[in-house]
């Protein structure tokens, strides 16, 4: 039972570089979604998605790109990375909306110098 | 943004001693959740309430979804050093999937 899995763990990178964060989930789930974690914050999210091919923002998109061309992937990419998108990112998945809970992964510690 | 007011924000307990928690909100939830979160891992699932006046166990955890769909507690009973983390509530409006979270709680229990 693989679940999710985000890569990589930890990544350091400089200003105005690209940068991706990848999630992979084994459970054929439809929704899936990105979250930052920040001190102070808690858990907000990024983007969501309801299935392939299928995008939604959330709370704090600005800066973010994602994709969603296979149900069991959902990178997430940083075009030009700034130091306030420093943080711990979490990818979660969901069989559905309504009465199914969010599951996690282990998340990306990420670093912008 | 909309914010979970989650309470409190730390506590520092003996090793047996039982715990609560809870999470308020001016808006109504249709799903809490209870999630915990140890260090260098992704918050893992405690408990999920659906239904408004839901109590539920998972062994020595107990969570109810309050009657006004505005709240919802979280208790601990007996402690035990490996409860240690953060514990967030998480709500859910509507059928976009979209989580709200709490700023957490973050239990230390001494031995």
């Known amino acids: 039972d693989a679940g999710i899995t985000q890569s990589p763990r930890y990544k350091i990178t400089e200003t105005g570089r690209q940068v991706t964060l990848m999630c992979h989930q084994t459970w054929s789930h439809s929704y899936m979604f990105w979250y930052r974690q920040d001190l102070g914050h808690g858990l907000r999210l990024i983007y969501y998605?309801?299935?392939?091919?299928?995008?939604d923002k959330g709370e704090v998109p600005d800066g973010y790109v994602v994709s969603r061309s296979k149900t069991e992937n959902f990178p997430l990419t940083l075009e030009s990375a700034t130091r306030s998108q420093t943080s711990v990112y979490f990818c979660?998945?969901?069989?559905?909306?309504?009465?199914?809970?969010?599951?996690f992964g282990d998340g990306t510690r990420l670093s912008i110098l | 943004g909309q914010q979970l007011n989650q309470s409190p924000q730390s506590m520092f307990i003996q090793e047996g001693e039982d715990v609560s928690m809870n999470c308020t909100s001016s808006s109504i939830f249709n799903t809490w959740l209870w999630y915990k979160q140890e260090p260098g891992e992704g918050p893992v699932l405690l408990i999920a309430l659906y239904k408004a006046g839901e109590l539920t166990s998972n062994g020595r955890l107990t969570a109810q979804f309050g009657i006004t769909r505005k709240d919802s507690f979280l208790n601990i009973s007996a402690s035990i050093p490996s409860d240690v983390g953060i514990y967030f509530c998480a709500g859910q409006q509507g059928n976009t999937g979209k989580l709200i979270f709490g700023q957490g709680t973050t239990l230390q229990v001494k031995p």
């Open positions: 998605s309801a299935a392939a091919d299928i995008t």
């Open positions: 979660a998945s969901s069989e559905q909306v309504g009465n199914q809970p969010q599951h």
